[in-house]
Every structure is written in C-alpha cells, then in structure tokens.
C-alpha cells in the first residue's frame, strides 16, 4: 500500500515538472515565429501598406524595391528602383497609399532627393527636392490633415501631397550650440526625439538629451494651426537625470491620448505621463529596469515592450519581450537572452498580432499577442 501511495506522489511530481518546463517552451514557441527571408532593415526604411504587405524601397546597394507578403511569407521583387537610389532615407505612407520618400545618403553624404512610388502602377515619380538633407535618425510623421511634417536636427518642414510640394515650418532664429550659433526652425535641436501625433493634431518632439547650460530639456510641440513650435517645461529638472542620449528612451501614446515614455540611466529607470489637455508632464515615478535601445507598442491595452540590453544587470542581458502593467507600473512577463535582440521597426499587422523587424539573421519575426 506504501508503495502504491509513494509511486503516486512520485508520479504527480514528476507530471507537474514536465508539465511546467512544457508550457513554458509552448509559451515561447506559441508567442514567435520565425520568417525564414531576409530583409534589409540597416539601410531601407520599410512601410506598411496593408496589415498583409510591407514595402521596402530599395536601397544602394539593393535598388530594386521589394513587397513582404506576410501571409504567403514571400518576398516580392518589383524590378522597379527609386530614380536615385540611396540609403537611409525618410519614408511614410499617404493618404491616397502612395509612399514618400524623402532624403537618404549617396557615399555618406545627405540628400534632399524626393519621389513618391505609386503600389497601384508600380512606379517611382520624381518631384521636387525637399529644403534640407535628411538622414534615416531624422523625423517623419503624416499630420491628421494628411500633410507631412518633416524634422532634422534644426530643420523643419512641411510637404503638402495635393501640391506636390514642401514649405518651411516654424520661425526662422538662431540658438547656441555648443561651439557657435546655429539656424533652427525648430527652438531648439533636436537628435533622433521620440515624436508622437496627438489626438489634437499637434506634435510632441521629446529629446532626452539635457542641456545644462540652457536648462532646458529639449521637448517641444508642433501646432500644425499655427505653424510654429511651442516649448514644453519639464518639472523638477533639479531631480532629473537627463544628461542622457535618446536611445535609453522609448514611448507609447495611450488609449486616452496621453503619452507614456520610459528610460533608463546612472542605474536607475524612470517613467513619465505626458497630459496634452494641459501641456503638462506628471512627476516622474521609478519603475523597474527599463531596456535600453527597446521598442514599444501598445495594442490591446498592453504596453509591448521587445529588444533592447538591461543596464543594471552585471552580465550582458538582453530583452526579448515584456509587457508592462500600467496600473501596477510593473514590468511583467518578461524573457531575457545572453545574445542580443535588436529591434528596429514594429508593425501592428492585425489579427492580434505584430511584426517585428531587426534581429541580427535579418529575419522577421511574427509575435503572436495573448
């Protein structure tokens, strides 16, 4: 009787470890999956068409553009190239779903080359030459008006796709840099800042970096009514620590419009809200570690956060995925790797999933969302 009693409990234990260690394989391998193709994400800024199609432009040493049929899993050549190829441009889909494309480099020098591909014709078009150079780190976004607002370092401006054309943004000033004085159109320069489209229609630029001198924190708004950038007070810059770079931040905006971003720096993390109804940024709050150089989405109600390495950790940790709890501002149900998961772009595809583009293969990766 002792032994069929001990041969039970044996049973039950060695079930549940088994089944432990299985659901939690099941977990990974239900959430990824692996796109066998590679795609060129270092030097081509791909758009989303569809929930079922990508568009990758071509670049200059790949100059025929490309369609990633998600579904299918297939990768598409167009036999069409850009009329100048280039690398590292700016690219956004408008509203008629025909892309722009604006800028990128040619021998590591910057353009301000534009032209719009047409997916219905499959055709490049030429059109006139925006008014600065652009990198891949400058800033694009579609305003709600269906314009473009375009941002470099201290440039700005606006393409209007009914007249085919670009006109300056903001007022025309100097600021102090470092060694001398600058012409800004924005009010202050901005490298790489998180952007976000307000529900309002306005833009918020937010730089991490800190300028002592100035005391200013580099955030500032867009108001497409007016034309012109207004600056945004940071609170409390005394407790702060934003002598940072902005790829130790990440953001998301909320289902109530406000924008929660996240950052980390000197061993400690931080979160802040900010409130476009009153232009206001809520006191910042530590939270636990934050990756740096992650990605964020949020879908579903969830803040999804993926790649990125764990500062405060003592050997090289990197971040595959987690979701962050906004109600317990809490980091839950994260999975870490020795090997690093860079991540680059995140497209929302429907069907409660995303697609993530970046990792070292240069293979996609579909993740499936619980």
Request: proline share 4%; aromatic share 14%; net charge positive.
């Amino acid at each position: 009787m002792f032994k069929k009693f001990l041969c039970s409990i044996l049973f039950l234990i060695f079930f549940s470890i088994n089944f432990q260690q299985s659901y939690a394989y099941d977990f990974k391998k239900d959430y990824f999956e692996k796109i066998n193709l590679k795609v060129d994400v270092t030097n081509t800024t791909p758009i989303k068409l569809n929930d079922n199609e990508l568009f990758f432009p071509g670049n200059y040493f790949d100059p025929h553009a490309k369609i990633l049929n998600i579904k299918e899993k297939k990768l598409i050549d167009k036999k069409v190239s850009m009329n100048i190829p280039r690398n590292g441009y700016l690219s956004v889909l408008l509203d008629d779903g025909t892309v722009l494309i604006v800028g990128g480099t040619i021998d590591g020098k910057a353009t301000n080359i534009a032209e719009i591909y047409n997916p219905q014709t499959n055709t490049f078009i030429k059109i006139n030459n925006s008014n600065f150079n652009y990198y891949s780190f400058d800033n694009i976004v579609k305003l709600k008006d269906g314009r473009v607002l375009l941002l470099g370092i201290c440039t700005a401006e606006i393409y209007n796709p009914k007249r085919k054309i670009f006109t300056l943004a903001g007022n025309k000033k100097r600021i102090n840099n470092a060694t001398n004085q600058e012409i800004c159109y924005t009010n202050d320069r901005h490298v790489s800042p998180c952007i976000f489209l307000l529900d309002d229609g306005r833009v918020l630029i937010y730089d991490a970096t800190f300028d002592d001198a100035k005391k200013n924190n580099r955030i500032e708004l867009f108001d497409p009514q007016i034309n012109d950038f207004i600056t945004v007070d940071y609170p409390n810059k005394k407790t702060i620590h934003y002598n940072m770079f902005r790829l130790y931040y990440t953001g998301v905006k909320l289902k109530d419009g406000n924008i929660l971003t996240f950052g980390s720096y000197n061993q400690r993390s931080f979160m802040t809200m900010f409130l476009p109804k009153t232009n206001e940024f809520k006191k910042i709050v530590a939270i636990d570690e934050v990756p740096v150089n992650s990605k964020a989405i949020f879908i579903n109600n969830k803040v999804l956060l993926f790649g990125g390495i764990l500062p405060h950790s003592k050997k090289p940790t990197y971040l595959v995925s987690a979701i962050y709890d906004i109600d317990k501002r809490k980091i839950i149900n994260k999975k870490t790797s020795s090997t690093e998961k860079y991540i680059k772009f995140i497209f929302d595809i429907g069907e409660h999933s995303l697609i993530l583009l970046g990792y070292q293969d240069n293979s996609p990766r579909i993740y499936k969302i619980k």
